[in-house]
């Protein structure tokens, strides 16, 4: 697994030791954990770090004393609580813009505002995937403030695959498609907020603006920014059509000694130690099974999962975390499977599992590579 230590923004000034960085983490806890280890080793190095994060992961964040800016905007909340969201998640489409936009066009300027508070006094802004589109929308109010894009996955475009959003796929010898999919990629977010960002510029004092990624980059900052996609080449080569500025450069991984300190449960503990040497199953979805099912489908994948690790004598670790209101009598077989109820430390974990099924979430994916443990 390779690493890269990236020393690049718009002057080189992130260089200097003292910066003032603020990085809006928006989206679920795997969208806010690679920001939080960013966070730590930057305050090791002598910056001043603050994370813009959702209200239910501020506690967390608090305990390794770095200082949070609430954002709203939960899109997980919203799409598992509200009536628009509920129907949005069980019947997606790009065809249904009226419901799209009564659910994102709100989260946006809940997003928006909570990164104008939490710019203020910042020497450098880490844009996100989820924050990108507001952060470069409202940044020209602190005319000072540099940035960089640290995104969990590819943000520019390029001939090679289309947005991930599209589904990432490469067309191999039809490139010319996955340039069309950018293009209507971004004159579908420029068609969708659009208005809404200008109007939330205008509440700043901000002219209008065009809703185009490299056009407000050329705009803003007269220059290209760096930007450095944590996903490593061992998965997606670097495009060999982007600029200079652009790297990718391996993942954002938890340091191996915080590990060491992880403690588990008595019964979690007992539990690897009784089938140490049976090939054991993880299945986790996290927050993306809230997004992803709703309650009746969640109850479905947990019987289905139940039924086929019975069927094939299995044992297993199941984690709940991001089930709605499990019904404890459904938690059947406890001689085979355990049940997590609480997050865990996936580098912790993974050397006792054989097999991983999951979302396919970079932070997750990332780091069964770097064990190399499975066997399956």
Not at 237 to 266: C, R, T
Not at 298 to 326: D, E, R
Request: charged share 25%; net charge negative; proline share 4%.
């Amino acid at each position: 697994m390779e690493t890269v230590t990236l020393e690049h923004d718009n002057d080189n000034s992130v260089k200097k030791s003292g910066k003032r960085i603020f990085i809006p983490a928006i989206g679920s806890l795997g969208d806010v954990k690679p920001y939080l280890i960013l966070a730590k080793e930057l305050k090791k190095q002598g910056h001043i770090v603050w994370l813009g994060v959702h209200q239910r992961f501020e506690d967390e964040i608090k305990k390794y004393d770095i200082d949070t800016v609430e954002i709203g905007g939960d899109m997980e909340v919203i799409l598992s609580t509200t009536p628009d969201g509920i129907e949005l998640q069980r019947n997606p489409s790009i065809f249904k813009m009226g419901l799209v936009k009564r659910v994102f066009l709100p989260l946006m300027e809940e997003w928006f505002n909570g990164i104008v508070a939490g710019l203020k006094d910042a020497d450098l802004i880490v844009l996100s995937v989820t924050s990108v589109l507001a952060g470069l929308s409202c940044i020209e109010k602190y005319s000072k403030t540099k940035a960089i894009g640290i995104y969990t996955y590819p943000c520019t475009r390029t001939a090679e695959f289309s947005p991930p959003a599209f589904g990432g796929k490469s067309e191999s010898l039809f490139n010319w498609i996955n340039s069309f999919k950018w293009n209507i990629f971004e004159f579908g977010a420029s068609t969708m907020y659009s208005d809404k960002i200008n109007q939330l510029r205008a509440n700043i004092n901000l002219p209008p603006i065009k809703l185009n990624y490299d056009q407000m980059i050329r705009s803003i900052f007269k220059r290209p920014i760096s930007t450095a996609t944590i996903y490593s080449k061992c998965l997606l080569a670097e495009p060999n059509d982007w600029p200079e500025n652009e790297f990718m450069v391996g993942p954002i991984l938890q340091e191996k000694e915080e590990d060491h300190e992880f403690q588990p449960s008595d019964d979690l503990r007992n539990f690897l130690d009784k089938w140490q040497n049976e090939k054991m199953i993880y299945v986790g979805i996290g927050s993306m099974m809230n997004i992803m099912f709703n309650a009746d489908e969640q109850s479905q994948f947990l019987k289905i999962t139940q039924t086929a690790i019975g069927n094939t004598n299995s044992k297993a670790i199941i984690s709940l975390v991001g089930f709605q209101n499990i019904d404890e009598n459904k938690l059947s077989d406890r001689e085979n499977i355990f049940y997590l109820k609480q997050t865990i430390s996936h580098s912790w974990l993974f050397p006792y599992m054989s097999l991983a099924i999951h979302h396919g979430g970079a932070g997750t994916t990332h780091t069964k590579i770097a064990l190399s443990t499975f066997d399956y």
